[in-house]
């Protein structure tokens, strides 16, 4: 898919007050472009807050060498997909917490 297609996608489903979670990370113009889009519709559509994103990645400063080594090995092959990424409407999600080996996600 094309970048904006991904995000035309992962908007639609934010407005239908869905929380999406993606294997991996988005890639920094995805990123953008999804934030971008999403100021631009919070004064256009009534009841849309915004959106709460949040990338959670394991902590490598603790590992061995080896093990870092896998993972960079990994990430040049497939991409970075040791990451987490929660997306979801501001109008649901009051808070995403953030730990390397959990996440909390509060909701109203």
């Known amino acids: 898919m ?17 929380i999406v979670i993606i294997h991996g990370r988005l890639r920094a113009e995805e ?3 999804l934030i971008e889009d999403t100021m631009a ?3 256009h559509i009534k009841n849309f807050k915004g959106i709460e994103l949040a990338v ?14 896998k993972y960079g090995i990994a990430k040049r092959l497939v991409g970075d997909s040791s990451a ?3 997306i979801g409407p501001s109008s649901i999600v009051k808070e995403i917490r953030r ?5 909390e996600l509060l909701l109203s």
């Open 2 to 18: 094309s970048i904006s297609e991904r995000v035309k996608r992962i908007l639609n489903l934010v407005l239908g007050n869905k």
């Open 31 to 33: 990123e953008a472009r």
């Open 41 to 43: 519709m919070v004064d």
């Open 56 to 69: 959670i990645e394991p902590d490598l400063r603790k590992e061995n060498i080896l093990i870092k080594m």
């Open 84 to 86: 987490l990424t929660v």
């Open 99 to 103: 730990d390397p080996k959990k996440i």
